[in-house]
C-alpha cells in the first residue's frame, strides 16, 4: 500500500494513462507485425480472436467502466447517471461512424461508409479501426483518471481503483492483438508492401494513448463528471463491439467459434477485473 501510495502523485495517473495506452499500441502493434511473416491467416482462428476480443470489451465496459460508474454517481440518480452517460457514448459513436469516412476490414467490394469521399481504400480500411480504437483509449484514460479524486493514497479504494485501471489496460491490449492482425492483413491484400501495411496498421493504434491522456485530463479537470465519463466509455466500446466486432467474427459462418471466443474473453476478462481489482 505504502508503494502505491507513493507512486499515485496527484500528477500521476495523466502519466499512468499514457503508459497505459502506450502499453495498449504496442500491443497493437505486434498484432500489426504479424502481416511481416504471413499474408494470410487462418480465418476460423481470427473469428475465435475476434470473438474474444468481443468478450474483453463486453466484460471491460460493465466491471471496468459501468459497475464504477453506478458506485462513484449520486446515490439518488445513479442509474440516471449510468443511462445518459452509457447511451451517451453509444451515440457519439453512432454519429461518428455516420460522418467519418471509413471502410471495415474483411467486407469484399463494400462501399465505404460516412460521408462521400475520394480517399484511398487503404486510408479508410486504417480510419474504421481508428475510429474503433477512440473509445478504447478513452476508457483506459477515464479508469486511471478516476484515480485523481482518491482522497487518501494508501487506502484499499485507491488500491482497488488502480486495480481496476490496470485490469482495463490489459484486457484491452490482449484485444487489440487480433485487431491489429484484422487491419495490417487486409492491407496487405490491397497491394501494400509488408512494410507499408504494417506502418498502417500499427498506426491505427496511435490514437490510443493520445485518447487516454485526453480521458484522464477531462475527468481531473471536470471531477463531477467522472461518472457519466465512465458510463460513456463503456456505451462508446458497447457500440463497437455490437456494430464491428461481434459481426465481423461470424461473418464466414464460425459462429460457435466466434461465440465461444466470445465467453472466454468475458471470463478471462471477468477475471482479470475480480482478482487485480
Known amino acids: 500500500m505504502e508503494t502505491l501510495s507513493q507512486f499515485l502523485q496527484p500528477h500521476s495517473p495523466v502519466l499512468m494513462a499514457l503508459l497505459a495506452g502506450l502499453f495498449t499500441w504496442g500491443l497493437t502493434t505486434a498484432g500489426a507485425s504479424f502481416v511481416l511473416f504471413a499474408r494470410t491467416i487462418d480465418r476460423k482462428l481470427l473469428d475465435a480472436l475476434l470473438g474474444l476480443a468481443a468478450g474483453v470489451m463486453i466484460a471491460a465496459s460493465f466491471w471496468s467502466l459501468l459497475k464504477p460508474a453506478i458506485e462513484r ?3 439518488d ?5 449510468a443511462a445518459i452517460g452509457f447511451l451517451g457514448g453509444g451515440l457519439f459513436l453512432f454519429v461518428i461512424d455516420r460522418l467519418l469516412p471509413h471502410l471495415h476490414p474483411g467486407l469484399e467490394g463494400n462501399t465505404p461508409e460516412g460521408l462521400p469521399t475520394r480517399w484511398k481504400r487503404s486510408v479508410l480500411l486504417v480510419l474504421a479501426i481508428t475510429l474503433h ?5 478513452l476508457a483506459v484514460g ?21 486495480g481496476e485501471a490496470v485490469a482495463l489496460a490489459f484486457g484491452i491490449g490482449l484485444q487489440n492483438l487480433p485487431e491489429g492482425v484484422a487491419v495490417s492483413l487486409p492491407l496487405r491484400g490491397e497491394g501494400l508492401s509488408r512494410g507499408r501495411a504494417f506502418f498502417f496498421g500499427q498506426l491505427s493504434g496511435f490514437v490510443e494513448p493520445v485518447a487516454a491522456v485526453l480521458g484522464a485530463l477531462l475527468v481531473l479537470w471536470l471531477t463531477p463528471l467522472l461518472p457519466y465519463a465512465l458510463a460513456f466509455a463503456a456505451g462508446a466500446m458497447i457500440f463497437v463491439v455490437a456494430e464491428e466486432l461481434i459481426p465481423e467474427s461470424q461473418r464466414h459462418g464460425n459462429t460457435d467459434l466466434a461465440t465461444l471466443g466470445v465467453l472466454i474473453g468475458f ?3 471477468m477475471i482479470l477485473d475480480v482478482a487485480l481489482g
Not at 440518480?77 to 447517471?81: H, K, L, S, Y
Not at 480504437?133 to 483509449?137: L, S, Y
Open 73 to 75: 454517481a449520486d446515490p
Open 267 to 269: 471470463t478471462l476478462m
Open 133 to 137: 480504437n477512440i473509445p478504447e483509449g
Open 142 to 162: 477515464v479508469s486511471f483518471g478516476a484515480l485523481g479524486d482518491s482522497p487518501d493514497w494508501s487506502s484499499p479504494e485507491a488500491f482497488h481503483r488502480f
Open 77 to 81: 440518480f445513479a442509474w440516471q447517471t
